[in-house]
T-cell receptor, first 111, second 114 residues
Framework: SQQGEEDPQALSIQEGENATMNCSYK?????LQWYRQNSGRGLVHLIL?????REKHSGRLRVTLDTSKKSSSLLITASRAADTASYFC???????????FGKGITLSVRP | NAGVTQTPKFQVLKTGQSMTLQCAQD?????MSWYRQDPGMGLRLIHY???????DQGEVPNGYNVSRSTTEDFPLRLLSAAPSQTSVYFC?????????????FGPGTRLLVL
């Protein structure tokens, strides 16, 4: 069953613009993670935010978490063509270590 | 370190054939898992293992078997392939003590069942 749902499903922006992707989830979480997948490749872990955190930064990435709304946002600033990829949010719930992934967002950054 | 490796990269099977997808990691990770990725479905967990000799089912285990005889290897077996198993399969592993914090993914195996 899908825990995380990303929005929008697809996003196309110009190089240099910011990209904002959203993820909503259904049940309380331990943490929320964002992964990137380049075409034909495996997923790469980008950033993790814990349930008691509200915002984290990593380079050009900024992730926020609103547990009251059960939602998270991933912001990529000053996007580059190399950021073109699919982005997935994934959540860990309870004591188990199983990640549950959303369906993903396809980001296209036009040069 | 090679990280997480998967073989083969591509495979075509006929319905009813069996095969094993190989997964290995050289990072001494205890936690390993198998996912399948289908268009519009995201990644779904098939089986996982928290250490050698221990395996458990994920969200979509039917039609798949796993074993974990060593820390390094976590093969996924399809005993009688079906067209519904056409998918891209990813193996992943997590460092000790960080199982809930990050997973390292292999490059994937694309499987087509005719």
């Amino acid at each position: 069953s899908q825990q995380g749902e990303e929005d929008p499903q697809a996003l196309s922006i110009q190089e240099g613009e910011n990209a904002t992707m959203n993820c909503s989830y259904k049940t309380s979480i331990n943490n929320l993670q964002w992964y990137r997948q380049n075409s034909g490749r495996g997923l790469v872990h980008l950033i993790l935010i814990r349930s008691n955190e509200r915002e984290k930064h990593s380079g050009r990435l900024r992730v926020t978490l609103d547990t009251s709304k059960k939602s998270s946002s991933l912001l990529i600033t000053a996007s580059r063509a190399a950021d073109t990829a699919s982005y997935f949010c994934a959540t860990i719930t309870g004591a188990n270590s199983k990640l549950t992934f959303g369906k993903g967002i396809t980001l296209s950054v036009r040069p | 370190n090679a990280g997480v490796t998967q073989t083969p990269k591509f495979q075509v099977l006929k319905t009813g054939q069996s095969m094993t997808l190989q997964c290995a990691q050289d990072m001494n990770h205890e936690y390993m898992s198998w996912y399948r990725q289908d268009p519009g479905m995201g990644l779904r967990l098939i089986h996982y293992s928290v250490g050698a000799g221990i395996t458990d089912q994920g969200e979509v285990p039917n039609g798949y078997n796993v074993s974990r005889s060593t820390t390094e290897d976590f093969p996924l077996r399809l005993l009688s392939a079906a067209p519904s198993q056409t998918s891209v399969y990813f193996c992943a592993s997590s460092p000790p003590g960080r199982t809930q914090e990050t997973q390292y993914f292999g490059p994937g195996t694309r499987l087509l069942v005719l």
